[in-house]
């Protein structure tokens, strides 16, 4: 009964026109991935690609994966934090 | 940084609490709830049925959440929340499945005169928990262990992660700075994420500090030989073993 939200995904990436993305899930939620990039996929022609370790939150994003052309990072379980400020 | 989407993953069913729930609060004459949640539950329904009880729900903000009532793992410390509603409610109600959140409103008691247990409610195997402090007796053992050690230690390691959120390199600066005023050494090592396997390749470091996800020095550090303690307890660490008594 979790809401994976792909008919919101699949019209964000046709309006950003992304062409290759990232799907990352927290460890409960990584069985999904086949299906996510089932759906993603066929839905919006785009090449879905999955982070294969740690999603501990929503500061725990892969680094660096602009250089392998990818333009839109999906996480799923987390929502957007709020930095804290420097103490 | 590559545009990034979160999808919170909310649960669509039921939330509400069942009959023996009920009955806990009834039996422990509760009449005050700090209730929290992770973010896929909502609060709603769970606050008119308890509010219809006339039990007093108290919903505060976690400074680094995005949403009222959702708890953080990294909010473990007593001002991790913009208001005191721990201290003001008879109970601490947590709706989540797993127990990585709700150990954090056990460590988030440290400093505090009350101890207060979590009761947790799982929506989805309908089930009623209560975490008191003997879920996290290794943890607080190791730690105080871990800052006595720390306050001995003549090399210390400070690490900093690229992490969004994290990146602390200016509060490891000045601690460097600290440290070496107390003449003591202290070097800085970067990473995107850490794995500590990598510890032993540094012999001559005597203690770590960890500025990356605070349950790194709070939960972690059971499986770690090394001694490792989070950077918000390294500035002052005879007032963090003080504040550790309550456990």
Redesign the interface.
């Known amino acids: 009964m979790y809401n994976l939200e792909l008919d919101f995904l699949v019209k964000e990436i046709k309006k950003k026109k992304s062409k290759r993305i990232l799907i990352q899930l927290p460890d409960g939620l990584k069985n999904r991935s086949e299906k996510i990039v089932q759906i993603l996929e066929e839905e919006t022609g785009a090449e879905v690609l999955i982070w294969f370790t740690s999603c501990f939150g929503a500061c725990d994003i892969p680094l660096g994966i602009e250089l392998l052309k990818i333009d839109l990072l999906v996480q799923f379980g987390h929502s957007i934090f709020l930095k804290e400020k420097e103490w | ?13 039921e939330t509400l609490l069942d009959e023996k729930a009920l009955k806990y609060f009834r039996e422990n004459k509760i009449k005050s709830v700090a209730l929290f949640r992770s ?2 539950f909502s609060f709603k329904e769970i606050k008119e049925q308890l509010e219809k009880l006339g039990i007093k729900v108290n919903i505060t903000k976690a ?5 009222k009532g ?1 708890i ?3 909010d473990a410390y007593h001002d991790s929340f913009f208001e005191t509603i721990i201290e003001d409610s008879d109970a601490i109600l947590y709706i989540g499945d797993g127990m990585f959140h709700p150990k954090a409103l056990l460590l988030s008691q440290s400093n505090s005169k009350n101890f207060k247990e979590v009761i947790i409610w799982d929506p989805i195997s309908k089930s009623l928990e209560i975490l008191d402090k003997k879920a996290i007796k290794a943890q607080i053992i190791r730690r105080k262990r871990n800052l006595r050690l720390f306050l001995n230690a003549s090399k210390i390691g400070i690490l900093v992660t ?5 990146q ?1 390199l ?2 490891a600066l000045n601690l460097k700075q600290k440290l070496e005023k107390e003449g003591k050494k202290a070097y800085i090592f970067l990473d ?2 850490f794995d500590f396997s990598h510890f032993e390749n540094y012999p001559f470091i005597d203690a770590w500090v960890n500025s990356a ?1 605070p349950r790194i020095g709070t939960d972690d550090i059971v499986n770690l030989n090394q001694t490792l303690i989070n950077i918000k307890e390294a500035f002052d660490p005879i007032k963090e073993l003080d504040s550790l008594d309550i456990f």
């Open positions: 940084m590559v545009e990034t989407i979160y999808v919170p993953v909310f649960w669509g069913g973010i896929q400074k680094r959440t995005s949403e959702q953080l793992g990294c690229l992490k969004p959120g994290q602390h200016s509060i995107n994420t996800c």
